[in-house]
């Protein structure tokens, strides 16, 4: 089974301060890689995803994230954050052709006004 | 759209009941899963199914059971409630193989609650 490890249970931050959120994995084989974000009471939302190509990838809502193939990390950034950015961040992997989505245990992105 | 409907959003349910969760999906989709959240641990994989009748087991499957009788519905069982089994479930569904299309489309989630 693949392994993704989110450092940060928390993270609080400032209204338009820049924001990064820690993604670690373990996988001997190439993964997808996925940033979803679950706002209260709701379900989960895609935020972006790397499959192949530039390893830097846009999202929605103003998101990016880099791939790191040498460090197993897929570390999401935003470089001014919004009170409505107030959610819980989760990173996910999938391996090619494998067709199974494991999470991490998620990131809770406090934005203070 | 992809849409992925969960029957209810919350449910009480006594310890010992049968208890059925519904999933459908719109988009003709060949997998679909069952994940539990709980707090601190994030998602963690109950079942999986890849086609009709067909399904494997994830990481936490004690007590749950999972049926497929129809390419867009996915339901889960939890054939004796137990008070520890309360939490939030959410049901996902994704295209099947290499595609660049892949990503889980997530349900709205139910929180089931066994008193």
């Known amino acids: 089974a693949q392994s993704v490890t989110q450092l940060d249970s928390q993270v609080p931050v400032f209204e338009e301060a820049p924001v990064e959120l820690r993604c670690n994995y373990s996988?001997?084989?190439?993964?997808?890689l996925f940033w979803y974000v679950q706002y209260p009471n709701q379900g989960l939302q895609l935020l972006l995803k790397?499959?192949?190509?530039?390893?830097l990838v846009k999202g929605i809502n103003g998101f990016e994230a880099e791939f790191n193939k040498s460090q197993t990390s897929f570390h999401l950034r935003k470089p001014s954050v919004h009170i409505s950015d107030t959610a819980e961040y989760f990173c996910a992997v999938e391996r090619y052709n494998f067709n199974k989505f494991y999470f991490g245990s998620g990131t809770k992105l406090n934005v203070k006004p | 759209d992809v849409k992925v409907t969960q029957s209810s959003r919350y449910l009480v349910k006594r310890t010992g009941e049968k208890v059925f969760l519904e999933c459908v999906q719109d988009m003709d989709h060949e997998n679909m899963f069952w994940y539990r959240q709980d707090p601190g641990l994030g998602l963690r994989l109950i079942y999986f199914s890849y086609d009709v009748k067909m399904k494997e087991k994830g990481d936490i499957p004690e007590g749950y059971s999972v049926s497929r009788e129809k390419k867009e519905r996915f339901s889960l069982i939890l054939e004796s409630a137990s008070t520890n089994q309360t939490s939030m479930y959410l049901c996902a569904s994704s295209l099947s193989g290499i595609s660049k299309n892949t990503e889980a489309f997530f349900g709205q989630g139910t929180r089931l609650t066994v008193v």
């Open positions: 996988s001997s084989v190439s993964v997808y």
């Open positions: 790397y499959l192949s190509g530039s390893t």
